[in-house]
Nanobody, 117 residues
């Protein structure tokens, strides 16, 4: 049973930074993609960033250059470093994994990020 637990959300002033963590447990196949999604107010859930098993990384255009996804395999932890945060980054961020990056099978419970002016 795969379990994902996010942490690191909170409130931050625009322009600030936050780092999200996702602790993974269970039998996660090596070929699984891991990524971050977010649900922002009034918008559909969107994929923020993912990292494939071969190390390929992809970002949604609105965060490219500001967010960095990384993975520590020894700790089974996925990270999302978020810099230069904007008001529109406010939302609930979910860690997810599965064989397909855009359609993951397993989800965390989410961690809320609030960016204020």
């Amino acid at each position: 049973q795969v379990q994902l637990a996010e942490s690191g959300g909170g409130s931050v002033q625009a322009g600030g930074s936050l780092t999200l963590s996702c602790a993974a447990s269970g039998d996660i196949p090596d070929n699984f993609c891991m990524g971050w999604f977010r649900q922002t107010p009034g918008k559909k859930r969107e994929d923020v960033a993912y990292i494939r098993d071969d190390g390929t990384i992809n970002y949604i255009s609105t965060v490219r250059g500001r967010f960095t996804i990384s993975k520590d395999n020894a700790k089974n932890t996925l990270y999302l470093q978020m810099n230069s945060l904007k008001l529109e980054d406010t939302g609930v961020y979910y860690c997810a994994t599965g064989p397909y990056c855009y359609y993951p099978d397993y989800w965390g419970q989410g961690t809320r990020v609030t960016v204020f002016s």
